[in-house]
């Protein structure tokens, strides 16, 4: 049952479109606020698009996704239970960056999840570009002292070398993850995988590694369609886990304002459905990524990623029931 | 068959980006004109947002709408038929309303639509927020004498309680209707509801007046989809019907541009083919709502409208057939 | 000079897009909190459009200024001067509002302000619709027993009757304000008016109440233009004084994002001069309204309020000084 | 004193966001009514962009500048008159187009014009692209038998050449009107002209006619201004006028809306200061072209456009008293 | 094997945002250089929107299809093979036009599609509105003597007749195309087509000449969907083929930014299964048509467009195999 | 005079919206191209952000200037003189970037620039964020052994210190130009300054270096503003001067596309004025900065970057004469 403390404001208190701006207009509970320790899960902002290669924005996706979760409600109609009110969750602010190195940010990343980890919150961050994710798995690694099954969704693989003489950028941090031992790839898997590639050879990793990916042909080629499919995927109750949720995995049309969308992605709907079906058992940490604000005028991307939130909260309390 | 004044303007005779924007280039036929005996259904807007609850805007769609209405054609190829050639429709213009009252615009459009019910018009509204539609079914009970059936497309129940101490408002109309006896709960039916929800509660009053909801779920977990849903859908044949569809049951990537628009809803495919598999005997009045023009910049939202219009008016003429 | 508790957030310490939004990364302090009693001028958000006539969407004005006031600084090169290192300024969150009632939020408005003004704060309120200054100037006139002088910024008289049998709307306040004997007139001033009005007799109430308007064509008229007519502008020293700012008195091309815009208006830098010259012994209050984000798809009329603010915050200090 | 019928539709009693839109909420008068006897000032709309160069888009400028109309008022703060009380002025509603050819527009033009004319009505088009002038000017010429003065709002000289073969285009109609003898060089004036050209042989067809180009450097470096440029204007006593009016001669900023826009125009206070010192006997027609609402986001190229009709309609009545 | 010269730039080389845009960042390759020799497969853009009914803006699709084909890359994930290392592409700039006539356009498109074809170059063109195909048919049938094949997606079936009196225009190329005998109807196909249409009507052509089309309803309601009835699709291995792709066969969420928009198209995955499982033995040319990038503003248009190019490739790469 | 190789595409040859895009449709030259020897002033691309502060996307100007500058044209109407025609201009692509790394750009524009000058070449970059010209500054001193002198447009002063451990941001390259030696300060001048500041400290390098800035409010107050303004300014004759100008000097009305915009900025017209007025005898090299495409919807930020370009050209022909 969840403190009072962690309730969102209500919109009887003050209308949503009013307000200092918190996702979910949750409260902002500082880390040396005494009720943090109550806390059970701390969502936080990455404002990072340092590793980008096309289009940067995505350091504006806290700011914007706060705004847009101001429609948020609690009550899951299909998983019929509610959030809010079960589990402890606040915003906690944002996660301080250099915008202009990848590396001093993953410092402060993996110092700043760290200290959640210690304290033993489970985490959801709101990027941010997806090069970020490497900083959180490395603090999950550094707590836990061994890989993490890595559930990912991406329209990408995210294993590609290094550019321009940069090894860290938002298209190489499952590379990073198998080769620092971050991730197990083989209790792992991608979903949502479409392509152009540069060539067949960009599958590598995944076949060296036995890293399963999944592409959109998969979830539509099975008969039944994406509710079939769902029955297939794994389940992740033996090792501790990881989510790491791009946005361009979803279709352009319902997610246009991401940095490097690609045709012909899964829409809003199998993705719930999806993630709805996860069975995982110990969902340490999470984020969000690559919603980039500058191109999203109609603001359905940042409102497809509350809702991808949303749905990881309730994956969140699965966990601590 | 139509009258000839009541036809299109055609594109030959002026380019379809040319002339004042009338629905479907549709003459404009004031109440006092002697042809307006003649007409059958009435089109008109209803410019008002003073019931919203997060973005106006609203009040701009009838004037969006119309603009957009400019590409209508008469002939619809899955229903076969032509309907301005059958029936006579025209725009009368804009119902007045207060912007600023929500009260006093209900009586602005109770006259308005009563005026219209006594001369045996029907009528189709392109308001506006969901509020408004309160104000029709006032109109249309005091004709009647006796509740209709309601035929709802939303992804909101639209059963909330009263707000910041006021009572009518754009989530509360189907309450409103219900404790008024203005329609006939039992015989009715919602569709596109999704949720999130405030909490379990909100779907009591639908509990309590065997009120149905379908959901997105509904849809698509049926086998078939959306064409073996529609074979489940009642007909409404013994009471007259009043559709009201909000834009919003449409997905987000397919109706940006709503007040409150909800992930996870339905295709504008599947709500064609609702509407077009719905058996109505009487469809005695019909709005559309919700269409948010200042958040629609690719103006899809109007557009996806301006079909919905069309289909609405099929469902008349096959009444007046 | 300030203390360090009311100094805005580094962009340093997080980077200027980062962080949760409040108006210049100043503090967010409660009416509770024990540093609240050092406070000199609370900045709040009043994010209210219920009493607009054409296009609302001021509602969301103050998170969209908190939003481009991220990029604010202290120190005002033309003043020679600093803001937030010598007065005591803070977020304080937003005023509560009814959305769907004037005279509601005006009750709400007048409780607001009357307990800063109890607690002797200044105050410095982001609007929201222009009808809403009335609110204010109620709990000033309860506060001080007296009628304030009123500097008024604004392409429209707001002197304008009753519409639709709604007494209170956005071009009305200054009217009631006359009417309730909330401003002294004689004393007071309007700066920006241009027209096109509906009539000569609009002019009315300025005449019969010597409220004296300054018009674009004043400012340009003037031989040295803006320089010099700040020399003739009155100065404000015998009663404390309520300053209004409409960000409609820019022209389209400066501030486009509003909701009843008129071309012809001043600009950017002559309103900084203007200012700048004023002499004001007692500021008591000031608001800046009428930001209407959803038309503002450049953020540059939101981010030519953040500066009104700075230079209002400057006239603050002046006060203090 | 205009007839009751000539009026606006008042925003009391429709919300001028409401209501079918005309310019300045004028009344709809087809030329078959027999009010249309009554009428001063023709106001139509010519949805024609089919001889442009670079951007499209201007078929669309009058249903625009229909609906920023809506913000109209009749009475000029700076003239101190009253139009619409005035003078009869209605909306005619569009003068038909071929999209897909300059010439066969010019017919319709000509016939559409030369039946006012013929009616002794004066008008004001609102295009469409700067080729369409040609065709008024060949129906005022059939109508007057002399050639006009022509005064001429433009960046651009609009005396080019053919391009690819075709004649008309929209920077060809100057050339055209003075080869075809409907305008008289030597009395006519070109305003707010600024390059660059493709070469200084741009210049030669005004050197050679005597038709006076003035530019935006002779604006500014009149020392007092435009205050002081617009006492050294030719007046238009002698030869019936013709007043065209390019948007694009305001600067970007002030009308970013536009096909060709060029940086350093006019801003819209010096355009309203011209056109009010203007001193025209007998202005016959006017047109306000090259409005493009595909990149006009802001809206305020339309409502520019809306401003300059206003100040037309002046220099219509100033012929009328 | 392709040749090193026809590879595109590597992103590694230059920023994938960065260089001269080309299509796919091919290399710009003139018809005078000694490389144009090596190509297979001509890519050129044909900025011609002069032929629209209703919202131009088609001619700037070439500039912004090579802008966002930036993004591509060679592998095909569902085709498991390479296009830009397996045949010779390049970019060899646009086809010339003249804006203002369709007529002469035309004249220039045949001229320089027949020089590509007597150099035995196959091409694929990116519009341009959809009356441009005729120009592209034309010199088809001049090369080959004897009518192709058509494949074409389109909401719309662009048989329709004359308009205004002119023959030619986006909505009548098919109907011309038969009449002049340069598609073999029989073994043609539409693709996408959904109406609404004027009247019954305008089916004859297609019943007359036995030209099949195919709805979107053909689509949805074929048990198993897209996959099955791409199973029902006759093969093209007879005749030549030309396939003339309609950015409007797409739904306006997944296609907004298009001339004509139609709700209740295909989806990007529909079009892409669709594109997968043409057998098509001799494509001798293909067009893509109607992006129109000013209603385009989340750019998702022209990305769609992008993966049709590719898909289109690599149906060309099949013909080379 | 220049040579025929050196001119732009004619708009009769190619209309201005079609071809492939290069700065003013000059030709793309590349260094290997025999013709390279002969040209005047090599134009190109820089396209890079990963300096910046706040809003990214500088990155895509390069691209979006190219296409903006189809409209250009070659005779200046205020210098009465021909650009293209008297020195040879072209396009020779973009210099090559780490979006990654400001320090590893730096070396890459070093080495670029430093080709150019060794090859006699002037240079006019296209960039890019304001960090790059320190890259410029420091191939030019490495040249010319001795400091420049610097002419800087800006809203900021650029002397900022290191942020987040970073040496090399946006707002730092003063500041390094002068430690470096690059820069004369003494002989330099800063143009369009207005702050806010974040202290008065951010003047004391200005202070300590003698390097003049000027603001707004210099060029404003100087009776008879920019035109004697302008009759101040110093002279460049002694030593060779670099000129770099960023965007944001302009108003966010005539410049809303950038990174950081500050209201109360210069006009266009003034900033041409300015321009026009320089004396400067040997101009080395120039660079425009800070345009942010994502962040100008109606492109008239780019729009201007193409006038200063064009004003800067005409300064290298003045050196060349």
Same mark, same amino acid.
């Given at each position: 049952m969840a403190n009072d403390s962690f309730l969102p404001l209500s919109g009887r208190e003050m209308p949503r479109f009013g307000g200092i701006k918190t996702f979910f207009r949750l409260p902002y509970i500082k880390q040396d606020d005494p009720k943090f320790k109550e806390l059970d899960v701390a969502l936080f902002g990455l /404002?990072?698009? +340092? +590793?980008? *290669?096309?289009? /940067? +924005?995505?350091?504006f996706a806290p700011s914007k996704v706060r705004e847009l979760s101001s429609l948020g409600r609690g009550y899951h109609m299909s998983r019929k239970e509610s959030v809010f009110n079960n589990i402890n969750v606040s915003d906690i602010g944002d996660c301080s960056v250099? /915008?202009? *190195?990848v590396e001093k940010t993953y410092a402060l990343i993996e110092d700043h999840v760290s200290k959640l980890l210690n304290k033993n919150k489970r985490f959801l961050s709101v990027g941010g570009d997806h090069s970020t994710t490497l900083g959180h798995l490395r603090a999950v690694k550094k707590k836990l002292g061994k890989p993490v099954s890595l559930i990912h969704f991406d329209?990408?693989?995210?294993t590609y070398p290094a550019a321009w003489g940069c090894?860290?950028?938002? +298209?190489?941090f499952v590379r990073h993850a198998i080769n620092e031992q971050l991730v197990d790839p083989e209790s792992s898997i991608q979903i949502g995988i479409r392509g152009p590639l540069a060539g067949q050879a960009d599958l590598k990793i995944n076949l060296e590694h036995k890293l399963k990916y999944t592409t959109v042909d998969d979830v539509r080629k099975t008969p039944g369609g994406v509710l079939d499919f769902c029955k297939d995927l794994p389940e992740f109750l033996d090792k501790p886990a990881f989510l790491s949720f791009d946005?361009?995995?979803?279709d352009p049309s319902y997610a246009p304002g991401t940095g490097t969308p690609v045709p012909g992605g899964l829409t809003t709907y199998e993705v719930q459905k999806i993630l709805q079906s996860l069975n995982i058992k110990n969902l340490i940490g999470a984020d969000l990524v690559e919603i980039c604000p500058p191109y999203d005028p109609t603001e359905i991307t940042a409102l497809a990623g509350v809702d991808i939130c949303f749905e990881i909260l309730c994956l969140f309390k699965k966990c601590l029931d």
């Open positions: /404002p990072f698009d +340092g +590793g980008v *290669s096309y289009r /940067p +924005g995505a350091r250099v /915008p202009l *190195s329209a990408h693989l995210d090894e860290y950028h938002h +298209g190489a946005i361009d995995c979803l």
